[in-house]
């Protein structure tokens, strides 16, 4: 199992720049999201900014279903300049590479909790590793992208492209750099590397209890 954290309401605001669409997840079994959490901080932040729609469902990590569900509101998100995603890491990589010409930020943070995981088939990883570098690196895991899990930038082993562990592999950092690329958003590469927080209070849950 997992659970989500709101980042923190500085952070959120800092990220809604412009019009602005979120999209909430109800998360699965799997997912505690802090649903009344979200919903309170939402309704702060339009009123001092320009949130054009607010979307709830569930199952974004799906591809299929996150296309139905989007696809009704795709003129409203074609006007926004940011989308923020609050859902587990794994909805948000799955919306940032749906929506691939827009600045996809988290909203969340996602940290482990024992127990049962979930079979869903999903097309991309979360390492449920606390403070999510998600807002930096264009929607894109550099933890689960990159077979060396670099959080720096790419190695020298790539090769056309490719990973060097894994040779049908793209190279994440090459990913991220042509997505950020893409929304002329190359400066965010240049963070100061930090010391991420790793603990969530009901994280401390162990298979004994």
Same mark, same amino acid.
């Given at each position: ?21 979120? $999209?909430? &997840?109800?998360? @699965?079994? +799997?997912? %505690?999201?802090?649903e009344h959490e ?7 932040? /339009? ?27 795709m003129d409203k ?46 097309? $991309?990883? &979360?390492?449920? @590793?606390? +403070?999510? %570098? ?10 689960t992208s990159c /077979? ?62």
């Open positions: 199992m997992l659970i989500t954290q709101l980042k923190s309401k500085e952070t959120i605001e800092s990220l809604a720049k412009g019009k602005t669409f979120i $999209v909430n &997840c109800h998360g @699965c079994k +799997e997912v %505690y999201f802090a979200a919903e309170e901080l939402q309704k702060e932040l /339009s009123e001092t900014n320009d949130i054009t729609q607010i979307v709830t469902t569930d199952y974004i990590c799906h591809p299929d279903n996150l296309a139905l569900q989007l696809k009704k509101h998100i074609k006007d926004a300049d940011t989308v923020i995603v609050f859902s587990c890491g794994v909805g948000i990589q799955t919306v940032a590479k749906y929506l691939d010409d827009k600045r996809v930020y988290s909203g969340c943070d996602t940290f482990p909790l024992p127990g049962f995981q979930g079979v869903t088939p999903l097309q $991309v990883d &979360c390492a449920q @590793c606390g +403070e999510c %570098y998600l807002n930096y690196t264009g929607g894109i895991c550099p933890i /077979s060396k899990s670099l959080v720096n930038g790419q190695c020298g082993g790539a090769k056309d492209g490719m990973c060097e562990v894994d040779k049908e592999m793209e190279c994440g950092w090459e990913r991220i750099y042509r997505k950020l690329e893409k929304l002329n958003k190359l400066d965010t590469l240049k963070y100061e590397p930090k010391v991420r927080n790793y603990w969530h209070p009901d994280a401390e849950q162990t298979d004994a209890e």
